[in-house]
């Protein structure tokens, strides 16, 4: 995909600039390799996007997820703390599935998503998500950890998620 393409995408689905500076920043730090590593992320670079940051841990054999880091604007807007925490029933309820199914995609396919998703599991029930979901690599290639960030709002959507590949 050429750099005017993902532009157009960029414009086109992300409502928040800082979901972009993400996207664009995972990109100038992959260089030439399919996928950057955990070590050439540097969250401080960020900016305005830090507080929006979730690092999550991918562990294979079996495969699961565990927050590493959560943002400050997601521990606001959802009223919790899940550094440290699984990616489980406890946490996500019925959406538990379809998270997991998400992340395992980004895992198998290694490459980047966004997401726009209600928050039907929460206490907040009245929120959606938009998120950019990116996969980050070990020295092998193999995905290790995802690094996301998301921005959180009233509920518009009409369906309960859009799930796209960016590249």
Known sequence: MSNSAVLKIEGHLFSDHRLETI??????RRGNRDLPQRADIRPSELGSALRLLNLIDVMHNPLRFRHRLVGSEHVEWLGR????RFLDDALYGDATGEIIGAFTTIVQERRPYFRRSRLDWNNQKWLEMEAVELPLGD?????NMILRGAVFRPIRLTQRMEFIPLE
Do not use: F, I, M
Request: net charge neutral; hydrophobic share 25%; glycine share 14%.
């Open 23 to 28: 996207y664009r920043y995972w990109r100038s």
């Open 81 to 84: 703390n899940a550094t440290g």
């Open 139 to 143: 020295a092998d290639g193999e995905v």
